[in-house]
């Protein structure tokens, strides 16, 4: 679950460059898209939103699992039984999702959508599953069993029944490729904000950074920091609405596709990245991997900065974040 209530971009609006400010809002992938451009007038607005508008529905078409005639679809029809040729768009799209998985020793893994979902987050599980539930439920999970072949083009899931999904992927992706596009058709500023994966470029028209602020979920109220962004993407994943408490833990719905555990002690995740699309792998990944190793791993990372809310409602920041 992701919220776009935690980074809230905050503008201000001026005409001072003869450019004003215009937002829309749209459901897109199954999410919530705000999109904002910087333009003329709202003749000229309209048309760069349609623009995006068109390019996140093409995505979209490419990398759903409920379309059955997506070139995703056939890939997972075909597990087990024949590699499938797709799009060159696609397949690095899939190249850079399995280098995420590597960086990550495979706490992202797209190849997660398998999984057996024994786990609920509706308030129904009385009992926690038993140890070989969870462990059976990962069996088809496993990045190492999809399979490139690059002169082909071709991508193969090496076991019957495995499936992918771009649900911590793809909305960063579109928010990247929607802001390209923009660009290429001589929008000078804008925000595409998914459900809060956002990626920004160029000021305000007052000439100033596009400003975000990041609020504590536990008091979404009080902004405890607001930063400056420029040309860059910032993603949030939270995940405080959704969760199941056993023996006083909190499993959360990010589930590590290694071992079929939830994520237990993160409330939420801010990743800020030159794209949308690794900040919203890594944040979904920073889940996983826990508060220590995430910090270590995105401190490893250049251009790359994140700020953890733990569960205990502790702030960690890496390295480059100043926040008082
Ligand atoms: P949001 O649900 O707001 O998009 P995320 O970006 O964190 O938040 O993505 C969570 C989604 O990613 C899940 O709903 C699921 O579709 C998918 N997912 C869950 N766990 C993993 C994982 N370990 N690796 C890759 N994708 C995952
Ligand atoms: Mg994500």
């Known amino acids: 679950m992701k919220t776009y209530l935690i980074v809230a971009i905050l503008f201000c609006t001026s005409i001072i460059y003869g450019q004003q400010l215009h937002k829309k809002t749209f459901k897109l992938m199954g999410s919530r898209f705000d999109i904002t451009v910087s333009a003329k007038d709202s003749v000229n607005a309209s048309n760069y939103i349609n623009i995006a508008v068109d390019e996140i529905s093409r995505i979209e078409k490419l990398i759903s699992s409920w379309d059955p005639n997506s070139q995703t679809s056939k890939i997972i029809s075909n597990a087990g039984i ?172 990010i589930i590590d596709p290694r071992t079929g555990y939830p994520a237990t002690d993160i409330i939420s995740v801010s990743v800020f990245a030159p794209k949308a699309e690794l900040a919203d792998a890594l944040a979904t990944s920073i889940f996983v991997m826990g508060t220590e190793v995430g910090l270590n791993r995105i401190n490893q990372l250049k251009g790359i900065d994140c700020i953890i809310i733990d569960s205990k409602g502790n702030i960690h920041t890496s390295n480059n974040i100043n926040i008082n």
């Open 82 to 253: 024949k590699p499938v040729k797709v799009d060159k768009e696609l397949f690095q799209l899939i190249e850079r999702a399995l280098a995420i998985s590597k960086l990550t020793d495979g706490a992202f893994d797209i190849s997660y959508a398998s999984m057996d979902k024994i786990w609920r987050f509706d308030g129904s599980m009385k009992t926690m599953p038993s140890e070989e539930e969870i462990k059976a439920s990962v069996s088809k999970v496993g990045f190492q069993h999809i399979i490139l072949n690059k002169e082909k083009q071709t991508v193969f899931l090496e076991l019957k029944g495995m499936k992918i999904g771009f649900g911590a992927i793809g909305k960063g992706y579109a928010a990247d490729k929607a802001k390209q596009l923009l660009i290429s058709k001589g929008v000078k500023a804008g925000i595409i904000n998914a459900s809060g994966d956002m990626n920004t470029w160029g000021k305000q028209p007052n000439g100033k950074d596009w400003m975000i602020a990041i609020t504590n979920p536990m008091n979404k109220n009080i902004a405890f920091a607001t930063l400056p962004i420029s040309n860059k993407a910032v993603v949030t994943s939270g995940n405080y609405e959704k969760y199941v408490t056993f023996n006083n833990i909190r499993y959360t719905h």
